[in-house]
Structures are given as structure tokens and as C-alpha cells.
């Protein structure tokens, strides 16, 4: 069975510009997170979609982050523009549903400079 | 205060030791633990779940969930090298569906 995908690995740019993450989940797993990671922190939940809907996505902050996962399958997770603070590991994960464990992917290291 | 609070590390035990890695929480909504491991620059791994107080093993893993007291262990016999990773507690309000990660615990286990 097929992980969860994630692009790009790792990703550098400057303050104010934007950068884009894609993930693609497990196959047919409904649930789909996105998760910030700063070093030496665990996990942070940014948004949460359940298929196609937004579950939970108090974390998320909507002046600058935005997520979608249009057909309920792949995601995106955005960020325009970028600041300092943004550099962190950006984690997706997927899950059956939205009570059951998750499985993340590798994740993409954002640098912001 | 944090909803879940794990010991910070980090630890370093020499090879054949039993670890023991420690989160405590404050939430009583939560019912599923978690434990994952994460190698440097990966993904965190699921290792561990359960739903119940007391213990599950596998392996030489053994999580340990007391509700009561809400503190969770993962224990981790025979050390390997291999074993050298960041541990995180995770746990979830499941009417919630909603998921909480500790720090993470930093273990190196030396030859």
C-alpha cells in the first residue's frame, strides 16, 4: 500500500513570497490533515477536511495560509506571503476517518529567508 | 498549560537498556493514545495504539495507557541503535476526532 505522497522535499525563499505544498493521502482515506512541525515542537494541526469539507481549521492562520482539497482526494496547502516564523516542516497525514490513527508523509522543509 | 506534556529529554542509554518515554495529560475527553516514532528529516511513524488502560506490547514495545492517573508510557526493551529517533505521544478526543501531540522525546542509543 502506497504512503502518503508529499512535494517538494524541501523548499527555500524569501520573506513575502509564496510557496505551495501538494499532498496526495493513502487511497481512500477520507480524513486529510496538515500539520506545521518546528523544530523541537511535535506536530501542530493547521487544518483538518473530512473528504472534501473542512473539519477544523481554528489553527490556521487565514491572512496568509490557505488549504483546499477539491475533489476530496489531493491537497494543497498554501502560503502567501511567507514570514521568518513560517520555517518549519509541513506534514501531511491522512486516516480512514476522523477517529482513527493517522500515517504521515515525509513532510516538506520550508526555509524562509 | 499544555493539554500534553512529555518528558523532554533528551535521553541517551547504551545499547540493551529499557527505555522509558512519559507523557501526562490533563484532557479527560481524550480515549485513543498514540506513539510515533520519527527518524531525522522523516515523517513521524505510527508504532503504537490503543484504547484501553493497562498494557499492550508488541514486540519489544509495550505501551501503557493509566486513565486514572492520565499518564501514558512506551516502553522499549532490548535497545537497539536503531531505536535512536524522536518518540511522540499522541492522543485524540475521538467524538471530536481531534488529535493533540506532545514535544516529542529525543532517544539515542549508543553501540
Known amino acids: 500500500e502506497a504512503g502518503v505522497a508529499q512535494s517538494p522535499r524541501y523548499k527555500i525563499i524569501e520573506k513575502r513570497q509564496s510557496v505551495a505544498f501538494w499532498c496526495n493521502p493513502i487511497s481512500g482515506h477520507a480524513t486529510l490533515y496538515w500539520y506545521q512541525q518546528i523544530l523541537g515542537q511535535g506536530p501542530k494541526l493547521l487544518i483538518q477536511?473530512?473528504?472534501?469539507?473542512?473539519?477544523?481549521d481554528s489553527q490556521l492562520p487565514k491572512d496568509r495560509f490557505s488549504a483546499e482539497r477539491l475533489k476530496g482526494v489531493d491537497s494543497t496547502l498554501k502560503i502567501q506571503p511567507a514570514k521568518l516564523e513560517d520555517s518549519a516542516v509541513y506534514l501531511c497525514?491522512?486516516?480512514?476517518?476522523?477517529?482513527?490513527?493517522?500515517?504521515f508523509g515525509q513532510g516538506t522543509r520550508l526555509t524562509v529567508v | 498549560q499544555k493539554e500534553v506534556e512529555q518528558d523532554p529529554g533528551p535521553l541517551s542509554v547504551p545499547e540493551g537498556a529499557i527505555v522509558s518515554l512519559n507523557c501526562t495529560y490533563s484532557n479527560s475527553a481524550f480515549q485513543y493514545f498514540m506513539w510515533y516514532r520519527q527518524y531525522s528529516r522523516k515523517g513521524p511513524e505510527l508504532l503504537m495504539y490503543?484504547?484501553?488502560?493497562g498494557n499492550k506490547e508488541d514486540g519489544r514495545f509495550t505501551a501503557q495507557v493509566d486513565k486514572s492517573s492520565k499518564y501514558i508510557s512506551l516502553f522499549i526493551r532490548d535497545s537497539q541503535p536503531s531505536d535512536s529517533a524522536t518518540y511522540l505521544c499522541a492522543m485524540m478526543d475521538t467524538n471530536a476526532g481531534k488529535s493533540t501531540f506532545g514535544d516529542g522525546t529525543t532517544l539515542t542509543v549508543k553501540p
Open positions: 490503543t484504547y484501553s488502560s
Open positions: 497525514a491522512s486516516s480512514l476517518q476522523t477517529n482513527t490513527e493517522a500515517f
Open positions: 477536511f473530512q473528504n472534501n469539507g473542512v473539519v477544523d
